[in-house]
């Protein structure tokens, strides 16, 4: 706890980038250079991934850096530097690649920039005519019993509604962390907690990092619209000048950051999250950069922040993401089965009767098209009718198997054929099951996605 206090006073002094405040929280670790310099980074046991730039005056930035990648190559790790910003880059000779773009708002232009905003005022009526409130609490408030309950379960509740399972480093959700610091946004029908945005300070700015936006799942549209709209506003009453709701991750029109956004967005819904922000009309947008040192290769830097997102623990988290049934895993399903349902058309030989034959490749093409359908919007009732059906294709395919095409298997790609039959299904039955476990019956709109930008 001595460390963080005294990190504290060091941003208060020095925290210019948008993500220093987050350098706070319990995962990070720090090495101090002096008494008037730190870094906050995160160790995945190959690498250290630091939290933006070094905590320091501008001109140490450099030299600070280059000392503590000394120090790591000492203890072995690896070093990158994530969500950096231009000013660090010019303060030290790094390779970099931009990982997305931040934008950023003066929010004393908010009231005349927003004054004429038709959609944005029209989502704010809607949140208002359905009883929607927002107030701005203290910490004592958030510290309280009964609301500390409260948020925790709106928590769980957003939680639910996400396709990937919870993430570390620079997205972990600790909203209650030196809360005399922050500055909480509740918004509420009634006494029921529907939404709630924290933001947190940017020191050296004089500004602040909206950092979580919640929303429940069950939310009237146009209630995160009012919570931004409120903290902007009180924002702006304050004479602030820069605020900003952090990383669009993958933003940008660089080919591997439109290729990697592609790939991913049944995982993240990297395009709801950009055009959120872009609708609130951001003053600019900054390139937000991931930096290492020379002698290391881009796709290893890449991995370790994807690691230290992932808690140092990157493939049992990509499992438990598959599990999530996204839909991208689901498409992929989906595809797989035309090659697969092809190669069993023309297979005569594979099965006892051509009525059996014929049976199995019409299953398998209605069911391609219910994993698509399902890629394209989750539906519980069609969930569990496919969930149930992959299993009795296991079943099934299993005594097929033992009672027809073991015996007459005879070479090693028999052997992989029997083995891909029972495995397919069985895995498509346990990412269904994960799916109805892990994600609620309906997906949220799209303005719901907002959330801690990074």
Request: with cysteine; hydrophobic share 45%; aromatic share 12%.
């Amino acid at each position: 706890m001595e460390d963080r206090e005294h990190v504290l006073e060091l941003l208060r002094q020095h925290g210019w980038n948008a993500t220093s405040f987050q350098s706070l929280e319990p995962e990070f670790r720090y090495w101090f250079d002096g008494d008037d310099a730190a870094v906050a980074y995160f160790d995945t046991g190959g690498a250290w991934v630091v939290a933006g730039p070094p905590i320091a005056e501008e001109s140490r930035l450099g030299e600070t850096a280059r000392r503590f990648v000394r120090h790591a190559k000492t203890r072995g790790k690896r070093v990158s530097f994530f969500a950096v910003e231009e000013r660090f880059l010019r303060a030290i000779e790094m390779r970099s690649i931009a990982i997305g773009r931040q934008p950023a708002w003066d929010a004393r232009a908010w009231p005349d920039r927003h004054r004429g905003h038709r959609r944005f005022k029209e989502q704010l009526r809607r949140a208002r005519a359905k009883g929607v409130i927002v107030d701005r609490l203290d910490a004592a408030d958030v510290q309280s019993r009964p609301m500390r309950f409260a948020i925790e379960q709106l928590i769980e509740r957003w939680r639910s509604s996400r396709a990937m399972p919870p993430m570390t480093f620079l997205v972990e959700l600790n909203p209650f962390g030196f809360a005399a610091e922050r500055r909480y946004y509740v918004a509420r029908i009634r006494e029921e907690l529907k939404g709630i945005l924290v933001a947190v300070p940017v020191y050296q700015r004089d500004g602040w990092f909206f950092e979580n936006i919640l929303r429940d799942p069950r939310a009237p549209n146009g209630t995160t619209e009012a919570l931004v709209n409120a903290a902007m506003l009180d924002a702006a009453a304050s004479g602030v000048s820069y605020v900003t709701l952090g990383l669009a991750p993958l933003a940008g029109e660089e080919r591997w950051l439109r290729i990697t956004r592609a790939a991913m967005q049944g995982f993240y819904n990297f395009e709801g999250l950009y055009a959120f922000k872009a609708k609130l009309r951001p003053d600019r947008w900054d390139p937000i950069y991931l930096a290492w040192p020379d002698g290391a290769l881009p796709a290893v830097a890449v991995y370790d922040a994807l690691d230290a997102f992932a808690g140092g623990k990157l493939v049992r988290f990509g499992l438990r993401s598959m599990f999530r049934a996204p839909s991208s895993v689901l498409f992929l399903l989906g595809a797989l089965l035309i090659p697969w349902t092809a190669s069993i058309a023309v297979a005569r030989s594979w099965f006892p009767s051509r009525r059996i034959q014929f049976a199995w490749v019409a299953f398998d093409i209605a069911m391609c098209g219910v994993f698509v359908s399902l890629a394209s919007q989750w539906r519980r009732p069609l969930a569990i009718a496919a969930c149930v059906a992959t299993s009795a294709d296991t079943v099934l395919t299993t005594i097929e198997a033992a009672s027809y095409n073991v015996r007459r298997a005879r070479r090693a790609r028999d052997w992989l054929a029997i083995a891909a039959a029972i495995a397919a299904p069985a895995l498509a039955s346990a990412i269904l099951f994960g799916g109805l476990l892990t994600r609620s019956g309906k997906r949220p709109p799209r303005s719901s996605v907002s959330r801690r930008s990074t």
